[in-house]
């Protein structure tokens, strides 16, 4: 493994450091000088940057982790015990003079191997009722949440992910060939799930009423067609800590227009040029925490979106809150190039 494409160097700007964070697809980057390790710098800090809406031009040693943990050549065999209690995806390796030797990832050091944790009350929506009319025709055939990245359903993939983290109880939202979907789970589970049938397609967020007599307290909504590496008993945690009465799990994209971009002023001339601009927006990933509170905002037996509902809330004064995650970590199965991707990216 080339280790210097996880380098940074200490004055490089944050926007960047995401870029590269997106490109190696692991969290973590090292913050370098002359070979020696200054720092590290994990999706983690620039979520709690960008949460605080500072500059992203600015410097990346303004974020980094000064007292990364580490360790030594001949330590490797510790590596994972250190990651499991310390709860880190990566770890470097350094020798006695802090030059940087390697890193070693949790996943390439127990790949096949889940983090199942101990079970958690806190339920999962998934909406599955949608006629997936972007991948048509295989959704003439197959209902959207069936359709394999590999050689598993992404609605199972995303059941595993949660499942991994303690999440098993499910409440699946369907209604285009639903009975396909229902065959499909009709078997011994290591999860609780549940069917919500809408008799008429309600939007992504209207089902949500018919499961409000069975939740309680915070939940998970997730579209059927995304997938999100994101370690979801922290995003509770915060979801609950920042007393938000929604939460949106949000991606960082970045956009370059190859053009000189012309701002004009009141008389018509020029004001100002810019060369190839670059722009950051967080968009939403499809991934939401909610409190039971606010189903009393969505009508009954009506169509209704998500961005309806936090629209609404926000203009009842509810809070709102968002949760950047970095773009490599967001999976869309939305279309078929992005399906495509989708595969690549997990390597099937």
């Avoid at 004001?271 to 925490?289: A, D, I, Q």
Wanted: net charge neutral; aromatic share 8%.
């Amino acid at each position: 493994m080339d280790v210097e494409k996880f380098f940074v160097a200490p004055d490089l700007p944050i926007r960047d450091a995401i870029r590269q964070l997106d490109e190696t697809a692991k969290k973590i980057l090292m913050v370098v000088n002359d070979g020696k390790l200054k720092g590290v710098i994990t999706d983690g800090d620039i979520r709690r940057w960008i949460l605080q809406n500072k500059d992203l031009a600015m410097p990346v040693h303004l974020i980094m982790n000064q007292s990364p943990i580490v360790i030594k050549e001949g330590e490797v065999s510790e590596a994972l015990k250190i990651m499991r209690e310390k709860q880190i995806e990566g770890l470097p390796i350094v020798n006695d003079d802090g030059q940087v030797l390697d890193i070693v990832f949790w996943n390439e050091l127990q790949p096949d191997k889940k983090r199942i944790l101990r079970k958690k009350k806190t339920p999962v929506v998934i909406m599955a009722g949608g006629k997936g009319s972007r991948l048509y025709p295989y959704t003439k055939i197959i209902p959207k949440p069936l359709i394999p990245i590999g050689d598993t359903p992404i609605v199972e993939r995303i059941m595993n992910q949660l499942i991994s983290y303690g999440f098993t109880e499910f409440y699946l939202t369907v209604n285009y060939r639903k009975e396909l979907i229902k065959a499909y789970f009709n078997g011994d589970r290591r999860y609780d799930l549940h069917f919500v049938d809408e008799k008429e397609p309600l939007g992504t967020a209207g089902s949500l009423t018919l499961v409000k007599d069975q939740i309680t307290g915070s939940f998970f909504v997730s579209n059927c067609d995304i997938l999100v590496d994101v370690n979801y008993a922290k995003l509770l945690l915060y979801h609950k800590k920042s007393r938000n009465q929604i939460t949106v799990v949000t991606a960082m994209k970045n956009y370059e227009i190859p053009y000189g971009v012309i701002s004009l002023d009141e008389n018509g001339c020029i004001h100002s040029m810019s060369e190839k601009p670059k722009y950051e927006f967080l968009v939403s990933t499809g991934l939401y925490v909610l409190e039971k509170d606010i189903l009393k905002y969505i009508p009954l037996d009506s169509p209704f979106d998500m961005p309806d509902l936090i629209r609404l809330c926000m203009k009842n004064g509810e809070k709102v809150g968002a949760y950047p995650v970095m773009d490599s970590t967001w999976l869309d199965m939305g279309e078929f190039s992005e399906m495509r991707k989708m595969a690549e990216r997990m390597k099937l």
